[in-house]
């Protein structure tokens, strides 16, 4: 737990690098007079927001009574347990919360910069007690091409103005919860038909609230475009 413990905090300095980068030379942010100061302190409040989303997320699927104890609640070392796409929706609505700030295209960022550390993250994983090195590396993987269509091929869209912000980072939070819910369907037990527990019926809930949310966006632009 330890190493997991050293290569998250490693993650996360690779997380808050990318970050500097997307947003060192930004027009839109520029623009909108968010310095980088701004968007770093705005950054580690959305984190503390996000572990928090996710946490209680975790205990809420997972209660038992022990977790009303502060220390036990708290201390993510000793007794783990996150909800990684609550963690990234946490982030989301707290950046969305900032209505002065240009949230869309913060989140994006957000999302890239996750995107970018997803594969090494999945091979962090191999720390944890459980874990399968088959099922870590070719999650590495597919974690990997994912983040290069998100750079390469949607990006330069979003730069362009094809895509409204915010689109790209509601994509990424879709991929997010569906490969979790595949990776709890072919990794339980009891059966694709059988496994289901909260935390898959958050991202079966999360999916849901991102197509109703994209598609009326989608579907005016191909009007339009026609």
Known sequence: MQFFVISIIICYIFFLFYLYKLGKED???????????QLFNITFIATIVSFLVARLCYVLSH???????PLKFFVLPYFPGLVFPALIVGGYLYIWYKRKLPSGRLIDFYALALASIMPLLALCQLFLPGQQLIVQVVL???????????????????????????????LFLAVICTTSFLQDAFTNTHGILFFLQLEDIFY????????????????????KRK
């Open 27 to 37: 027009f839109v942010l520029i623009r909108k007079n968010v310095a980088l100061e």
């Open 63 to 69: 209660f038992n009574v022990t977790y009303l104890n």
């Open 140 to 170: 590495a993987i597919i974690h990997f091409f994912i983040y290069l269509f998100f750079r390469f091929l949607l990006l330069p869209r979003v730069n362009r103005g094809e895509i409204k912000d915010g689109t790209l980072g509601l």
């Open 204 to 223: 079966l809930l999360v999916l849901l609230i991102i197509i109703v949310s994209l598609y009326p966006y989608e579907f005016r632009q191909t009007k």
